[in-house]
């Protein structure tokens, strides 16, 4: 009786260290970027997106995307959470010969509700471009932050894709562990003086790893198990 109710605590242990966390009265991550900025904040999986901003800029003006013209949608693999965005920036060389482009800012920032700690970030692409087109997202973060201005050195890191040369997803390590990073993203196309520059979509996904103490709950739980076991095998073979 006492082994079965080590077992029971054993695998007790275990099961709490996986538990979900309770929902959070954010919404899901699903809609247009100017109703996410309008909410205030949403969350995929255990990721709560906060402070949500966005700036349009273009030449011609005209060109400018306002944050309606942004799709976003969750990522919701378990330890990479993140937004999916969907748009449609393009542009081409001005009659005149000028260059076009079109900037889109977008800011956030992520915290991790579940008490783990956010270890990494990936970002991707699809960027294309014809003759003197460019294409490129320049990512700046500052982890522990809610802001990336003013982030000293060692919170601070950058990650970028682009086309050409054709590089469609960056995966970085941040140097430290940290349970909220803030995200300063700039997207941008661009014709040059003879081409043409597009992109349809852009993904962003945090990694995660568990706090050390649900670490060491599951290994006390893992032990406890492996220590009954053991003993019914003993007691087995004594018999």
């Known amino acids: 009786?006492?082994?079965?109710?080590?077992?029971?605590?054993?695998?007790?242990?275990?099961?709490?260290?996986?538990?979900?966390?309770?929902?959070?009265?954010?919404?899901?991550?699903?809609?247009?970027?100017?109703?996410?900025?309008?909410?205030?904040?949403?969350?995929?999986?255990?990721?709560?997106?906060?402070?949500?901003?966005?700036?349009?800029?273009?030449?011609?003006?005209?060109?400018?995307?306002?944050?309606?013209?942004?799709?976003?949608?969750?990522?919701?693999?378990?330890?990479?959470?993140?937004?999916?965005?969907?748009?449609?920036?393009?542009?081409?060389?001005?009659?005149?010969?000028?260059?076009?482009?079109?900037?889109?800012?977008?800011?956030f920032v992520v915290t991790d509700l579940s008490g783990a700690f956010l270890d990494g970030v990936n970002l991707g692409f699809n960027g294309n471009w014809t003759g003197t087109g460019i294409t490129n997202i320049s990512e700046n973060y500052c982890l522990g932050a809610a802001t990336v201005v003013g982030c000293s050195a060692a919170n601070a890191g950058q990650a970028k894709v682009h086309n050409p040369p054709q590089d469609f997803n960056d995966n970085l390590d941040f140097p430290h562990l940290t349970s909220q990073v803030a995200i300063l993203k700039d997207v941008n196309v661009t014709s040059g003086i003879s081409g043409t520059a597009a992109l349809s979509s852009f993904d962003q996904t945090f990694s995660t790893v568990p706090e050390p103490s649900s670490v060491m709950l599951i290994g006390t739980g893992l032990c406890l198990c492996c220590f009954v076991v053991r003993n019914r095998r003993r007691r087995r073979q004594k018999n």
Do not use: H, W
Not at 48 to 54: A, K, R, V
Not at 55 to 82: K, Y
Not at 87 to 98: C, D, H, I, R, W
């Open 1 to 107: 009786m006492k082994r079965q109710k080590l077992l029971t605590a054993a695998l007790a242990a275990v099961l709490l260290a996986f538990a979900a966390p309770a929902a959070n009265a954010s919404s899901l991550c699903t809609g247009t970027l100017d109703t996410l900025i309008a909410a205030g904040s949403c969350q995929v999986g255990d990721l709560l997106f906060s402070g949500i901003t966005y700036t349009g800029t273009a030449t011609p003006a005209g060109l400018a995307l306002p944050a309606s013209a942004f799709a976003v949608s969750p990522i919701t693999t378990p330890g990479n959470e993140g937004l999916y965005f969907s748009t449609g920036m393009s542009v081409e060389t001005q009659l005149n010969g000028a260059s076009s482009f079109q900037d889109a800012v977008i800011s």
